[in-house]
């Protein structure tokens, strides 16, 4: 369907509409409060108003200050609420005589009007994006307030319907994509910055470098998500030698083996915590294979985004059983800002740094025992294996700032992909290569016991790549 004639005639509509409308609701008084606006769309019957009211709505909500418009989500929240007489009512008809008709009666009774409202506000033309805007400024502005929480987790549930897998398109970036495009490539790459038009083109133009992204119909030339990928013939354990430019021969990209996604960048802040699906990894990989049949492994190349600060907290809390037993003069020099570039100080700090790392992984959790790395929560819910902790990773500033320079290759195995993402989300398992698990074992040189890294008795739950393991294990042992 042409997306621009649709466009063109909701906008007919909504003019239309307006003209059904009394003066108070049609939008030309500019003292109309918003409130009533919001009032009328959720009682009005009719479709070609109800789409110049949320047009209105959408407009005025745009005019107004940050403090009106939280202002303005506070109303939802405390107006647009279910009818608590008619949801008892409803459940105790249900009660009662249960039936088909009972059930459905309870559900629309106990649905909130906020709901409705979302929807029929999504009727007007290039609703879809403001509307993500507008769960943006909920999230930015709604701290501990239960009532916006109530908003929020409506919205969300909204947009996870709207942005269903289903609905998204995967597309192909390269140097021929419409500027209006690359444009956003370069604003939104979260993970390593893109320098301009000149860097984009290295990225981008290369016969070994793709990039793919996942649009939303309702979204156009908005990306939501996009790939960047390496082909090259093996496990990349740097950031450094992806980025550089690449070689003058075809030979990589005639035969590559390797498959490194080293970028994955989320486009639009409103629509964060919203799964786009487990599979969209799965996807750019079966592409990839359907090009180039010689590619046999694919890997990520990621940041650990919190890894530093977490150790900061643990470092600073004296009764913290992590690190209760280091050397704290090893980590100590973490302090020196040039420690990466002497080696000899990067050899006496590497060992704890990779195993408090590998713990990081493994045992530290979320209180819904999720993993406490975001970066990790997404590959892992993906399907990922937790393959390879790369030491110096990644050199730069922000790299050493973030994570004491360390990257994590996270592996997809196509054949294993479904069974680790149900064992993640149904048993909170993690699928993990044994290299990673082997640096939970102590160091053995050059220190006394007493300096040994003596990790707590916690509970490890991991997939290797041969089989399901559940273990209680001394993680400061064998």
């Not at 033309?125 to 929480?149: H, K, N, Y």
């Not at 030339?221 to 990349?236: G, H, K, R």
């Not at 398992?429 to 007493?450: D, G």
Request: net charge negative; aromatic share 6%.
């Amino acid at each position: 369907m042409n997306v621009s004639f649709l466009q063109e005639l909701l906008n007919t509509i909504a003019e239309q509409g307006r003209q059904l409308l009394p003066r108070s609701l049609g939008g030309a008084d500019p003292q109309d409060d918003i409130t009533e606006l919001a009032d009328a769309l959720v009682s009005v019957r009719g479709e070609a108003s109800g789409v110049a009211i949320a047009r209105e709505i959408l407009n005025r909500y745009r005019a107004l200050t940050p403090g009106d418009r939280h202002a303005f989500l506070e109303f939802l929240a405390e107006t647009l609420q279910p009818d608590p007489n008619g949801a008892a009512r409803a459940a105790k008809a249900y009660l009662e005589q249960p039936s088909e008709r009972a059930m459905a009666a309870l559900q629309a009774a106990v649905e909130s009007p906020r709901q409705e409202f979302f929807r029929r506000l999504n009727l007007a033309p290039g609703a879809t994006a403001e509307i993500v805007a507008m769960r943006l400024d909920l999230l930015e502005s709604m701290g501990d307030e239960p009532a916006l929480q109530r908003v929020e987790a409506d919205l969300k549930h909204l947009l996870s319907s709207w942005f269903n897998r289903g609905f998204l398109v995967l597309r192909p970036i390269d140097w021929q994509t419409p500027a209006a495009i690359l444009e956003k490539i370069i604003a939104y790459e979260a993970v390593h910055k893109i320098e301009g038009w000149d860097d984009l083109r290295r990225r981008l133009d290369p016969t070994d470098r793709r990039c793919f992204a996942f649009f939303h119909p309702s979204l156009i030339d908005e990306p939501l998500i996009f790939v960047e990928v390496a082909l090259t013939t093996s496990i990349p354990d740097n950031i450094q030698s992806v980025l550089e430019e690449a070689p003058k021969t075809d030979g990589i990209a005639d035969k590559p083996t390797t498959a490194v996604f080293y970028s994955i960048s989320n486009c639009q802040e409103g629509l964060r915590g919203i799964s786009f699906g487990n599979f969209l990894i799965k996807q750019v990989v079966e592409d990839l294979v359907k090009e180039r049949s010689s590619l046999k492994t694919f890997v990520t190349l990621s940041p650990v985004p919190r890894f530093a600060k977490w150790l900061e907290d643990e470092l600073a809390d004296e009764e913290s059983e992590v690190v209760t037993a280091i050397d704290r003069g090893r980590l100590a020099l973490l302090d020196d800002p040039a420690w990466a570039d002497d080696p000899a100080q990067a050899d006496a700090v590497r060992p704890t740094l990779m195993r408090l790392a590998a713990h990081y992984f493994l045992s530290v959790k979320t209180p819904d025992g999720q993993p406490i790395d975001p970066v990790a929560r997404f590959h892992l819910g993906n399907g990922a294996r937790l393959e390879r902790i790369n030491w110096l990773g990644d050199t730069s500033a922000k790299g050493l700032n973030e994570a004491h320079g360390l990257m994590v290759n996270y592996r997809y195995e196509i054949r294993d992909i479904e069974k680790n993402h149900e064992a993640y989300e149904n048993d909170g398992m993690v699928a993990t290569s044994k290299q990673v698990t082997a640096l939970l074992r102590p160091e053995r040189a050059r220190t006394e016991p007493s300096k040994l890294l003596q990790l707590p008795v916690l509970r490890t739950r991991t997939i290797t790549a041969d089989k399901v393991v559940s273990t209680d294990k001394e993680q400061g042992g064998d």
